[in-house]
């Protein structure tokens, strides 16, 4: 996956949205309501470098491989940050991204993530049997 394709997987999970922030962070952020998943570093010299949250054992296993490396500030709450997405087999990435993205809405209150679930029935087109 190159840096467009990972953008738009992280656009399309239900309530995702995103928000550039600038000087002196420079990251484009995903997020489902505040909870952020993802985020992109914008700026050089590390630009589209990519983090997401994983779980311990992931951390351990990611941070073991080269152009993976502990997220900067945020490494202590298991974030590691990707030198570049198109060195991870999709379907991997596809799979880390989707976790992230679950532990975010996780965060959210029940009210909330049923909302965001609802909506996502709503939006999905119907299988025809």
Same mark, same amino acid.
């Given at each position: 996956?190159? %840096?467009?394709? %990972?953008?738009?997987?992280?656009?399309?999970?239900?309530?995702?949205?995103? &928000? $550039?922030?600038?000087?002196?962070?420079?990251?484009? %952020? !995903?997020?489902?309501? &505040?909870?952020?998943?993802? @985020?992109?570093?914008?700026?050089?010299?590390?630009?589209?470098?990519?983090?997401?949250?994983?779980? $311990?054992?992931?951390?351990?296993?990611?941070?073991?491989?080269?152009?993976? &490396?502990?997220?900067? !500030?945020?490494?202590? @709450?298991?974030?590691?940050?990707?030198?570049?997405?198109?060195? %991870?087999?999709?379907? !991997?990435? &596809?799979?880390?991204?989707?976790?992230? @993205?679950?532990?975010?809405?996780?965060?959210?209150?029940?009210?909330?993530?049923?909302?965001?679930?609802?909506?996502?029935?709503?939006?999905?087109?119907?299988?025809?049997?």
């Amino acid at each position: 996956m190159d %840096v467009a394709a %990972v953008k738009a997987f992280c656009g399309g999970f239900p309530a995702a949205t995103s &928000k $550039s922030i600038g000087p002196p962070g420079n990251i484009l %952020v !995903y997020s489902v309501d &505040k909870r952020s998943f993802a @985020y992109f570093k914008t700026s050089e010299p590390e630009r589209w470098r990519f983090s997401i949250r994983v779980t $311990s054992e992931r951390f351990l296993e990611l941070t073991g491989i080269p152009g993976i &490396k502990p997220a900067r !500030y945020m490494g202590r @709450y298991r974030w590691v940050t990707i030198v570049d997405v198109r060195t %991870v087999p999709a379907d !991997y990435l &596809k799979e880390l991204i989707a976790w992230s @993205y679950d532990r975010a809405l996780a965060g959210l209150s029940k009210r909330r993530q049923a909302e965001i679930a609802g909506q996502a029935q709503v939006s999905r087109p119907r299988r025809r049997e």
